[in-house]
């Protein structure tokens, strides 16, 4: 064999073990994609609802404890 069809061999070879490896890494980058896309839906919702709570401390509970501090 020639040192050309040496090299067209191993070619062939490799293509033939790196392509599944491949469409493993595309198939695992999307399913990240969306598990991180889930992730930062999640994140916000938690901010949105700490930004609720943090309302309500600050103008509902925050004033009746005032009120009931000043009354002791």
Sequence with gaps: ???EELL???SDMLDKK???LEKRMDS???ELKSEIRQVKDEVQ???DEVH???????N???PRLNNIE???
Excluded: G, Q
């Excluded at 609720?52 to 600050?58: A, D, F, P, R, Y």
């Design 28 to 30: 695992m980058e999307k």
């Design 8 to 10: 067209l061999a191993i």
């Design 45 to 47: 919702v938690l901010k």
């Design 70 to 72: 000043s009354c002791y």
């Design 60 to 62: 509902i509970i925050e």
């Design 1 to 3: 064999m020639a040192n």
């Design 52 to 58: 609720i709570i943090n309302l309500k401390l600050e």
């Design 18 to 20: 790196i392509n599944p």
